[in-house]
């Protein structure tokens, strides 16, 4: 294990004193604090209504579940590249993850390819907003509702973001969040569904409130690990978690299984004046984005205001791997992101062969992202513009942006 300084990939310290006060405001009023934490998130975002669960996976298990209620459809199409955390969802609900390629230029769907797919055996279609960076689920809503099919919007990495002044997560047939660690705001864990429909919100009532509450022992957990968190998420002792093996931080992985309970009230009363500090974190974000782009030439702007949670950059393979391994960039928290495309995921491996998703697949050999969290110094974001120069060059920069 090296003593080192070390960004992390993602990072926000919850104040102790929001830790305890949340401890001691969550006992005999748990469910009274979560009721006004949902009607406040509801009435920010103007929808009817919002519902709190334990993660953002299992928000999207828990849609599933209550769309599959509605209809009886099995399939659901996602992004061939995005977060693993999306499969394992649509597994955790008993359906059948369908991935379609990627535009080229963008982390949104190849919609040559996807318009065919939209079949009446087709559950829904995830609209997904990687990074932060927005996709287009509105396009999706006509061809969608003639068939049946429900959009689902997945703003679990875009907490705050907004198109057309119009909140994402919000512009679809139903939509979730996450306040897992490392997303635009947390409490260590949770997430949070909103709809308008008056048939989904029906529907996920019924499945909701077969959910089991949340213990006390999964709020010890969320206490201690914020704590540790918020004790080594300085890139000064980062380095230490980081070289533990078993905390396996960085990776991606695909859970088979995990647990779904509603929000807890400790988790509730933790995000307490929540919008205060999700606009100040976002307004980092975009900071950070921007020096990037000013600093970098040839980076991809994806459009004016984006919170990006990371900022991603496509260059080649070979571009990736030096500035990962020869140059160090983790140190500056670059990280590489998903490995694969979710077609080549091997607890789903079997169905599809390599050259399926041709652009998934190029942009996982390819992407990397930069951080643009509140822990990022002056320093370390020279640093980030000068290496991203060293391996572009000048002498051409097509290989760096999407």
């Known amino acids: 294990m090296r003593v080192r300084r070390i960004v992390p990939p993602v990072g926000y310290r919850v104040p102790r004193s929001r830790l305890f006060h949340g401890l001691l405001g969550s006992n005999a009023t748990g ?3 979560v009721r006004r934490f949902l009607e406040g998130f509801s009435s920010r975002l103007g929808v009817r209504r919002a519902f709190g669960v334990s ?3 299992g928000a999207l298990a828990v849609i599933l579940r209550a769309l599959h209620g509605l209809s009886g459809r099995r399939r659901v199409i996602l992004p061939a590249y995005t977060c693993f955390s999306v499969p394992s969802a649509i597994v955790k609900a008993g359906l059948e993850p369908v991935p379609c390629d990627i535009e080229e230029g963008s982390f949104d769907y190849n919609y040559g390819r996807l318009l065919p797919m939209l079949q009446e055996d087709v559950l829904c279609v995830l609209s997904i907003h990687l990074f932060g960076v927005p996709s ?9 509702r003639s068939k049946g099919i429900f959009v689902v919007e997945d703003a679990a990495q875009a907490l705050g973001g907004t198109v057309d002044g119009h909140w994402l997560g919000t512009l679809a047939d139903v939509g979730f969040y996450s306040l897992g660690r490392g997303k635009n705001i947390t409490c260590g864990g949770g997430g949070i569904i909103v709809s308008d429909s008056t048939e989904i919100l029906e529907a996920l009532d019924r499945v909701v409130g077969g959910l089991p509450p949340a213990r006390a022992r999964e709020d010890l957990a969320t206490l201690l690990t914020l704590l540790l968190l918020g004790a080594f998420i300085s890139p000064s002792l980062y380095w ?7 905390l396996r931080l960085g990776e991606t992985i695909f859970y088979e299984d995990f647990p779904i309970y509603g929000l ?20 980092v974000r975009r900071a950070n984005a921007g020096f990037y782009l000013n600093g970098t030439r040839g980076l991809r702007d994806y459009g004016a205001g984006i919170a990006y949670l990371r900022f991603p950059v496509v260059l080649d ?10 140059l160090d960039g983790t140190s500056v928290g670059i990280n590489g992101m998903y490995p694969c495309p979710v077609s080549r995921i091997p607890e789903l491996a079997g169905r599809y062969r390599m050259g399926d998703f041709p652009e998934a697949e190029r942009v996982a050999e390819s992407l990397i992202t930069l951080p643009t969290h509140p822990l990022v110094s002056g320093r ?6 000068a290496l991203l120069e060293s391996v572009v060059g000048p002498e051409g920069r097509e290989g760096s942006g999407l």
């Open 31 to 33: 469910d009274r604090v």
């Open 55 to 57: 993660s953002g996976k």
């Open 136 to 144: 287009d689920p509105r396009r999706l809503l006509g061809p969608c």
């Open 240 to 246: 230490f978690p980081a070289g533990l093996p078993f």
């Open 264 to 283: 807890s009230g400790y988790q509730a009363s933790i995000l307490d004046g929540w919008y205060g500090t999700l606009d100040w974190l976002n307004g």
């Open 317 to 326: 393979g070979t571009r990736k791997r030096r500035v990962l391994r020869d």
């Open 380 to 385: 370390d974001r020279s640093r980030i513009c």
